[in-house]
Nanobody, 117 residues
Framework: VQLVESGGGLVQSGGSLTLSCAAS????????MGWYRRAPGKQRELVAI???????TYADSVKGRFTISRDNAKNLVYLQMNGLKPEDTATYYC????????????WGRGTQVTVSS
């Protein structure tokens, strides 16, 4: 299993970033995909989920600002983040409950997002 997150960086408050998730094999079709984040000193939290049927769920804190999507041709899942706030600063990871269960809790390295005020 490979999960490779990219696209993080430093951005000013109100700015935008797009994160990408590349996964090995047929993971997206089997499990869907989600984005999680962990801020310093806090537990990892779910940000957004894209199911195999195409439905999406978002954390209340990012609704209306973040969008999860998938590019089937490129086999990538994206997290478009607009209106970024300092409290969005965290390391972002892609994963999904089904995949975590199948792999015994595998996580990629994540990508760091830092939002300056």
């Amino acid at each position: 299993v490979q999960l490779v997150e990219s696209g993080g960086g430093l951005v000013q408050s109100g700015g935008s970033l797009t994160l990408s998730c590349a996964a090995s094999g047929n993971i997206f079709n089997l499990y869907g995909m989600g984005w999680y984040r962990r801020a310093p000193g806090k537990q990892r939290e779910l940000v957004a989920i894209l199911t195999t049927s195409g439905s999406t769920t978002y954390a209340d804190s990012v609704k209306g600002r973040f969008t999860i999507s998938r590019d089937n041709a490129k086999n990538l899942v994206y997290l478009q983040m607009n209106g970024l706030k300092p409290e969005d600063t965290a390391t972002y990871y892609c994963n999904t409950p089904g995949l975590m269960s199948a792999t015994g809790g595998f996580w990629g390295r994540g990508t760091q997002v830092t939002v300056s005020s």
